[in-house]
């Protein structure tokens, strides 16, 4: 994917233009064990809410490609016959409702994974009613070339905030604020299929680390079958 098609997708993840309509996810401890699961409909949620939960959705397609954002490539051999890109469709084509399909991936990522503390695994389905654009360029909102069907997954670390001061204005008065757990930026995480020239890729994923020194290889073997590819720093030392 290049810059263009990543921004495009970007501009989705916005209350007036997502189509995603709930989020699938689980809560794991420290211990790799699952805390709780949950479905949540958007549509309960509040405006701020809803910002707040497509704004970490949307890390996932941030940084830099080549570095945080890198292109993962399926085999035909894999495409036509392999588990890992066969779970991928399954849950892409469900729209996250092939319930043996999410506690697989669930269990995937768990077991391959490593980071402090706990985190929360956030999966969701969009279908994007790609724009028309002529020959030219021009963008025909009215015209559709195609449905692009997609999963999006979000790996993010739940830490827990430090005791502080604060100042409530309605009572006019400080108290103290306890600490309280929250959902941080995602640290890991990918877009299936890949979105190449105004259409699906399925021989592709575009995959994201926060961190460009450590692309979590064990993840990358288990969920896409793959060899890594050299991170930002051996990049740079070749």
């Not at 941030?62 to 991928?88: M, P």
């Not at 043996?100 to 990522?109: N, P, S």
């Amino acid at each position: 994917m290049n810059e263009k098609e990543v921004a495009e997708l970007r501009r989705r993840f916005r209350q007036d233009r997502s189509g995603i309509s709930h989020v699938r996810g689980c809560y794991v401890n420290e211990n790799r064990e699952i805390v709780s699961q949950f479905d949540q409909p958007l549509g309960v949620m509040t405006q701020e809410e809803n910002e707040k939960i497509l704004g970490l959705l949307k890390r996932t397609l941030s940084g830099t490609l080549g570095k945080n954002l890198l292109d993962i490539t399926f085999t035909t051999q894999q495409v036509v016959h392999g588990e890992e890109h066969k779970l991928l469709m399954a849950l892409r084509s469900s729209e996250l409702g092939d319930e043996e399909a999410i506690q697989a991936f669930f269990q995937k990522v768990i077991s391959s994974v490593t980071l402090e503390g706990n985190y929360m695994i956030l999966l969701v389905h969009d279908a994007y009613d790609v724009p028309y654009r002529s020959q030219g360029g021009d963008k025909q909102d009215d015209a559709s070339s195609e449905v692009f069907s997609y999963i999006l997954c979000s790996v993010c670390p739940v830490k827990l905030t430090k005791p502080a001061l604060s100042y409530y204005v309605q009572q006019n008065e400080f108290h103290n604020r306890t600490a309280d757990w929250v959902v941080a930026p995602p640290e890991l995480g990918f877009l299936f299929p890949a979105f190449e020239e105004r259409g699906a890729n399925v021989h592709r994923a575009l995959y994201y680390t926060r961190d460009a020194g450590n692309l979590h290889e064990d993840f990358l073997r288990l969920a896409f079958g793959t060899q890594p590819p050299m991170n930002a720093d051996e990049q740079k030392e070749t």
